[in-house]
């Protein structure tokens, strides 16, 4: 933020930006851009939000009132003011499991309690946290995003009933072999031809709906028979709080926790890539998942479903040259007039069609370029990335995700762990005194090596432990130097300690450390630590010393 943002306050400049943005919404150098561009993302996106509320397991219209509410709601008050918002790839997995065990109903309330815990979020500065998250883990959850809808796109791409839900009932049921349509097979490859090789002509080109037409006049001239979306016809829904009364709030949490990061790091992720490819102004990430908890809020208000910022809209937007808040306005506004003027092709519109969409698009998310690319640079952190995928797969997103952290926790630890210890002996009116030096950080998995050294000091002995290059000490390594003080205390061996970091100091006082050291407290240089030590011969030390 500005200088004047600073001393107006975060709550205050963050307003003053808003209306500053809505004042640009409508400047004229802009506006004309703006509205293509609106247009262009809305073809992007009904189809995909037709695809993704019948993914989730609701009718096709839920897709188009969740654009448009959401969609309305942040575009206006995002701070990623290019982001495009609405139902998304990534929650559509979770979506269908909480339609699943909880219902519709279920997921209405948990699309309203995310929102409200996204803003908690927000406000409270947490969202920092998720710019800490390995490129391996996100590249994994994003590859286990993609292999979920691969899995459950499948049998709709064959055209099989809808007790077939995923690959994995392919597998238990063989029957399905002979139930395969291969004219739904046929509209999907159709589809999927014009995503794939029609950007390669014309990156503005829109794919989706050009290969959707085509499907619609070959069934249309052919009179296939395959199962289609069916009626979309969206009215005025009225706002209503969402049925708490009606769901299991405690079973419900876990999925409405899981549904609130899982639609954080989307929006998030999506909008750290408008960054890197726009010319606006960047984001906050605080501000925007408060944005994005009002969307999701608001869409539950109205019967929708859960919402996150799109990358796949958002990038259409910035390569259609969107400038301003407009853009995202005017996507809303025409998703709402297609979905009222073209209900009736929208209804026509195959399922084999829509799923090949998703395909696309989720096969796009397995990266594998990504993960060769880290492989070269850590083999571990390729384990990472698979790890993660393989445990969302297997579990939840919330498991698969703690997963990933816990394998790289353990690969940070694996790599601190070769603290660098040495040391030497000087003499001091000829005694000797054992220097042991520290340099790296002092915590569990690095504290073996000086515990190993310490441990042979002879009975007797004088020893300076120099943690003058320790950047920090946890409450492990602390712990474990106050019992090695205690026990070279059992041997006769004196001990000083030199430190500079008052993080590091803060926890040997902790320890109970310096209580046994020479002095009492921590040094600041090998000659402080030696008057400390040598009370009696301190004109001799900074010669003996320097010698």
């Known amino acids: 933020m500005s200088e004047n943002s600073v001393r107006l306050g975060p709550v205050r400049a963050t307003a003053c930006e808003i209306f500053q943005s809505w004042r640009e919404m409508v400047s004229r150098r802009t506006l004309g851009t703006d509205l293509m561009a609106g247009l262009t993302v809305a073809c992007v996106a009904i189809p995909l939000n037709l695809a993704l509320a019948m993914a989730s397991g609701l009718p096709a219209s839920v897709g188009i009132v969740t654009g448009v509410i959401a969609g309305l709601v942040a575009g206006l008050f995002g701070s990623a003011r290019l982001q495009i918002t609405?139902?998304?790839v990534a929650l559509a997995p979770l979506s269908l499991e909480i339609v699943r065990r909880h219902g519709v109903q279920g997921l209405v309330v948990a699309t309203f309690l995310?929102?409200?815990?996204?803003i908690l979020?927000?406000?409270?500065?947490?969202?920092?946290?998720f710019a800490l998250i390995p490129t391996s883990i996100i590249g994994g959850f994003m590859a286990a995003i993609g292999l979920l809808v691969l899995g459950t796109q499948t049998p709709r791409l064959l055209g099989l009933p809808g007790e077939f839900r995923s690959i994995a009932d392919l597998a238990r049921d063989p029957s399905w072999l002979t139930r395969v349509a291969p004219t739904a097979i046929g509209v999907g490859v159709i589809v999927m031809a014009a995503m794939i090789l029609l950007p390669r002509v014309s990156r503005r080109a829109p794919a989706v709906l050009i290969g959707l037409a085509a499907v619609l006049l070959i069934t249309g001239a052919l009179h296939l028979q395959l199962p289609v979306v069916g009626d979309v016809s969206v009215t005025a829904p009225r706002p209503a709080l969402p049925p708490f009364l009606q769901v299991d709030l405690v079973r419900l949490f876990p999925e409405v926790l899981a549904l609130a990061l899982l639609a954080s790091?989307?929006?998030?992720?999506?909008?750290?890539?408008?960054?890197?490819?726009g010319s606006g102004k960047r984001h906050h990430g605080g501000h925007e998942l408060i944005a994005q908890g009002v969307a999701n809020m608001s869409s539950a208000l109205f019967g929708g479903m859960p919402v996150a910022g799109a990358i796949v809209r958002s990038t259409a937007a910035i390569q259609a040259n969107a400038r301003t808040r407009m853009t995202p306005v005017v996507q809303s506004i025409a998703l709402l007039l297609i979905a009222v003027l073209a209900s009736g092709m929208i209804a026509r519109l195959p399922i084999a069609g829509l799923a090949a969409v998703l395909l696309v698009v989720g096969y796009r998310l397995i990266d594998l370029r990504i993960l060769r690319r880290i492989a070269r640079a850590s083999r571990f952190e390729a384990m990472i990335f698979i790890g993660t995928a393989v445990a969302i797969v297997l579990t939840d997103f919330v498991s698969g995700v703690a997963v990933g952290l816990i394998m790289a926790l353990v690969n940070f630890a694996h790599r601190q762990r070769a603290v660098d210890v040495d040391g030497d002996t000087i003499d001091v009116a000829r005694g000797g005194v054992l220097v042991t030096r520290v340099t790296g950080p002092l915590f569990f998995a690095s504290r073996a090596a000086l515990e190993e050294r310490l441990m042979r000091v002879e009975p007797g002995a004088t020893v300076v432990i120099d943690l003058s290059q320790v950047p920090l000490v946890d409450f492990t390594a602390a712990s474990s130097l106050g019992a090695l003080a205690r026990h070279l205390e059992s041997k006769d061996v004196r001990i000083a300690v030199i430190a500079s970091q008052p993080?590091?100091?803060?926890?040997?006082?902790?320890?109970?450390?310096?209580?046994?050291?020479?002095?009492?407290?921590?040094?600041?240089?090998?000659?402080?630590?030696?008057?400390?030590?040598?009370?009696?011969?301190?004109?001799?030390l900074s010669q003996e010393v320097t010698a």
Do not use: K, N
């Open 86 to 88: 609405g139902p998304e």
């Open 114 to 118: 995310a929102g409200l815990l996204q």
């Open 121 to 129: 979020l927000g406000a409270s500065g947490v969202s920092r946290l």
């Open 265 to 277: 790091l989307d929006s998030l992720l999506s909008a750290m890539a408008i960054d890197s490819v």
């Open 503 to 540: 993080s590091v100091v803060r926890a040997l006082q902790s320890a109970q450390v310096l209580e046994l050291a020479a002095g009492g407290r921590a040094h600041d240089a090998l000659d402080d630590a030696l008057r400390a030590l040598f009370p009696e011969r301190e004109s001799r």
